[in-house]
Every structure is written in structure tokens, then in C-alpha cells.
């Protein structure tokens, strides 16, 4: 039998001392691995059905459901598992801990909106010369506008009617469904028009005009023939008229499948991982609980990537008032018993960071950057310039999660959002530190973000789900 070749006092050293982020595929089992893979199987479904934050309120409702979650209501309530559903657009879910809620709540934050392009309130107009019946529209959040020329689109939102009806629309997503397009230049015809301009200049945003029709209405004394022919047709399917489209939120994504990327199979593509991985892990994780010791929060945001603005983003009152209705249950009903709760609850702010990507690797501190397939990244601080706009985590409160993630084998790493002045972006984490409750962020690392088609790695959706769950039941 070979001898072990002993360490030399360097290498014991290093390996005492020393910190190094570790790849996923190399230290998990096989047992994890394949659990990897089995939540990524899950995890693409949800993915797929769910392209915009109304739809992912939608599954979540049904999935809470079937796993005995009640509506938060009350009135003689009986259980400790619950949800409230905020204008259809985001949502808050809770199990009730056996501690004292005022001890606090260990509450996960995750947005389920995602960059887009929106109709605008009067989309529809017909291009006299070529006879092209085109949508207006207005896009939302940070997009890279060239990456949405001459892709598949498809159509997902609702029109409120003048009787207050709401009807549904999804178109594209079938594999028989027509789907639609920015239809980009050609490279014959772009020297002047796109290449000699900045890349972010190339393409206006108006010029992001969705293709919508080409078959005039026969009838030689209407003036927009193919527009009155694209009316008729949305009367017929849909029973709207167009003033129905100044009520309606009608957003554009890609009509993308999601599918498992790599010859190993080890990433996940689609559109929307920013931040639906997070949202998907944080239910996965607060499912799990049943009797947690402190009281279980999930709450899915909406309006993070404009800023956390309106009624149904994170700025807003609705998960304190949540809080305080959860505080109601154990009649404890006062204010400061509200405040206590808040200032001593513990928040992971789940969002996904920018992992390294090989082919611009430029514009990382490579040793402080998150590379994908090396687990959860907890993130102290984000922000521009002189961490401006930033939750910037306590140190202990930093301390106390790494401790617990070591505990339990969570794969995590640490991770800042590219070079010092390189750029920036901001979380959700600020704002939920404005309560008094400590805050980090934290979430997988992904390439490509915010474009069409976002990667992520099966072992790092996994090791943010099992991080929430251990963060959930032990925090
Ligand atoms: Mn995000
Ligand atoms: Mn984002």
C-alpha cells in the first residue's frame, strides 16, 4: 500500500489559516448532487410558467394551498401557516414560531418582477407606406436593448374592461401560438444607422416597436386598414375594443423555453432566474417549516427593479402590516410589540449577483467576485461609488449567518457587485433595513443577468434553498 506523502508545515498552515471558496460539484456528495438536479427539475417548471409577477402569484397561491397555507384573515384563526396575496402582485407567507414573536421573525425577501418590455397605454398604430400594424412600447428596468432585436416574444398580462372584467392574455407561449418581434437592421444597412454609434445608443427605445400584423381590413374607405383588421381580431378573441388598453398591463418577454444548458447538464437558462431563483428557494424553504422556533416570513416583491416603488413594492406598508395582523394572533395587539418585532428580526434579502463571466472577466476583483457552481453568495453591501444606496450587513450579524451556514454544510462564498466604480445595483436589503432588522443579502451568483436569457448553476439554486431553510428553522 502507498504511504500518505505527509503535509509539510506550509500546507497545514495554509489549510488552518487559509480561506478558499469551493466549487459545489467538487465537495458534494452524490446524494446532493442528485438533489441538485432534482430541484432544478422543479425549479424549471415554475420558471417557466411563471414570466411575470402576477403569474408567479398565481402558482404561488396554488402551491400554498395544496400545502395547507389559509388565507390571512382573522377571523378564529386555528393554524400557524398563512399567506396574503397584495394587489395581485406580490405576496407574504408566514408560519408561526414557537417563540415569542416580539423575539423577532427570521423573514427572506425575494422580488418577482423582472425586466421587460411593457405595452404603453396606446400601443397599437399602423405604418402608412408598408402597411405594418406595430405596438408602441415602454420597457421596464435595466434591459441592454439590442439583446431583444429579433428574438421571439411573446405577450402576458391583463386588460380591465369598462364593466371592470379582467381578461387574461397570453400569446406565444403555445406551441401553436403566433409569437412576436422587434425586428432588428440588417448588418447591409447598419454602418450608419447602428455601428458607428455607442452600443447603448444603437437601438433608441422607441425603436422597440412590437411586429403585430401585416393584413389589411377590406374596406376602401377606412384609413387604417391593417390596424382596424388587428381591432377585429381582438374583439373576436379577446372581446376587448382598444380604449380597453389604456386599463391593461400587457408585458413583453421572451418566449423562451427554459432549458438545462451545458453538455453536463449542469446550468439552467431562461428568462427571469433575477429573481425568481430566489423566490422559488424561498418557498421551497418556508414549506418546509412546520414548527419553526421563530416565526417563518417569506415575502415576494414586487417593483424591485424599478426601485421598490408603488403599493406593491417593498417601500410600501404592506409586509408590516402583515407583521402586525401576525403579532394580532397572539393578541398582542400594540404598536411597540410591532417596532420590538421588527428591529429584532433577521432578514436574508434574496437576490441573485453577478457571477464572473469568463469573457469579461475585466470588470470583477476576481477574489471578491461570486463565480457560479460555488454556492449561495452572501453579499455585505452593494451599491455604486462609495457604497452608495447600500445595506452595508453588520459584521456580526455577517458572523452569525457564515457560522450557521458552516454548521450545516451550506455552500455560500462572498461576492461584490463587480470593480469599485466599475458600476453598481442595489437590493431590496435597504429598505428592510429601514425597520431596524438586521439585513444581508443573499442569493446565487448568474451570468448574463437582466438579458433574455439568463444562467444560473443547478448547484447554486440548491444551495440557496438549502441556506433559506437552515436560515428559516435555526436562524
Ligand atoms: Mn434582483
Ligand atoms: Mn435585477
Not at 48 to 57: A, C, D, L, M
Not at 420 to 441: N, P
Request: neutral net charge; charged residues 25%.
Amino acid at each position: 500500500m502507498k504511504q500518505k506523502e505527509e503535509k509539510t508545515k506550509g500546507e497545514t498552515l495554509e489549510k488552518r489559516l487559509g480561506y478558499k471558496r469551493r466549487c459545489f460539484w467538487e465537495i458534494a456528495d452524490e446524494q446532493e448532487k442528485k438533489q441538485a438536479f432534482n430541484l432544478a427539475e422543479e425549479y424549471r417548471k415554475f420558471l417557466y410558467k411563471g414570466k411575470t409577477e402576477r403569474e408567479v402569484v398565481n402558482i404561488t397561491k396554488a402551491i400554498l394551498e395544496e400545502n395547507e397555507f389559509h388565507s390571512l384573515t382573522l377571523k378564529g384563526e386555528n393554524h400557524n401557516k398563512f399567506y396574503r396575496i397584495n394587489h395581485n402582485k406580490n405576496v407574504a407567507i408566514a408560519v408561526l414560531g414557537k417563540e415569542d414573536i416580539s423575539n423577532g421573525v427570521n423573514l427572506i425577501v425575494a422580488h418577482i418582477d423582472s425586466p421587460r418590455v411593457d405595452l404603453k397605454q396606446q400601443p397599437l398604430y399602423e405604418e402608412k407606406e408598408t402597411k405594418l400594424a406595430l405596438l408602441h412600447t415602454h420597457y421596464y428596468g435595466g434591459i441592454k436593448k439590442y439583446q431583444w432585436m429579433s428574438i421571439p416574444l411573446s405577450l402576458h398580462g391583463i386588460v380591465i374592461k369598462e364593466d371592470g372584467s379582467k381578461v387574461e392574455v397570453v400569446i406565444g407561449e403555445k406551441h401553436d401560438d403566433p409569437v412576436f418581434t422587434f425586428a432588428d437592421l440588417l448588418p447591409h444597412l447598419a454602418k450608419n444607422e447602428q455601428y458607428s454609434k455607442k452600443l447603448a445608443e444603437a437601438i433608441p427605445a422607441e425603436k422597440l416597436r412590437l411586429l403585430f400584423g401585416s393584413i389589411p381590413f377590406t374596406d376602401e374607405k377606412v384609413k387604417d386598414k391593417v390596424k382596424l383588421n388587428i381591432l377585429t381580431i381582438l374583439e373576436e378573441k379577446y372581446g376587448i375594443k382598444e380604449e380597453d388598453l389604456i386599463s391593461a398591463e400587457m408585458e413583453i418577454v421572451p418566449a423562451f423555453k427554459v432549458n438545462d444548458v451545458g453538455l453536463d447538464r449542469s446550468m439552467i437558462g431562461g428568462y427571469g432566474h433575477d429573481d425568481r431563483i430566489c423566490a422559488y428557494s424561498a418557498l421551497q424553504a418556508i414549506l418546509g417549516q412546520n414548527n419553526p422556533k421563530r416565526t417563518s416570513v417569506v415575502f415576494l416583491a414586487d417593483k424591485e427593479e424599478i426601485g421598490s416603488e408603488g403599493n406593491t413594492g417593498a417601500k410600501s406598508q404592506f409586509i408590516k402590516d402583515f407583521i402586525y395582523d401576525l403579532i394580532k394572533l397572539t393578541n398582542k395587539d400594540s404598536y411597540d410589540v410591532l417596532t420590538k418585532t421588527l428591529m429584532n428580526s433577521k432578514v436574508l434579502s434574496g437576490d441573485v449577483n453577478a457571477g464572473v463571466n469568463p469573457c469579461f472577466v475585466n470588470v470583477h476583483e476576481k477574489q471578491n467576485a461570486a463565480h457560479i457552481g460555488f454556492g449561495v453568495c452572501l453579499t455585505k453591501f452593494t451599491g455604486s461609488r462609495g457604497k452608495s444606496s447600500s445595506n452595508d450587513a453588520n459584521a456580526e450579524f455577517v458572523g452569525e449567518i457564515r457560522a450557521l451556514f458552516n454548521k450545516y454544510s451550506v455552500n455560500w462564498q462572498t461576492g461584490e457587485l463587480g470593480k469599485v466604480d466599475e458600476g453598481g445595483g442595489g437590493t431590496i436589503a435597504q429598505f428592510m433595513a429601514l425597520y431596524g432588522a438586521s439585513v444581508i443579502d443573499c442569493g446565487p451568483p448568474i451570468l448574463a443577468m437582466h438579458s433574455p436569457y439568463e444562467i444560473a448553476s443547478k448547484a447554486d439554486l440548491y444551495s440557496t434553498y438549502k441556506g433559506y431553510k437552515i436560515f428559516l428553522q435555526f436562524a
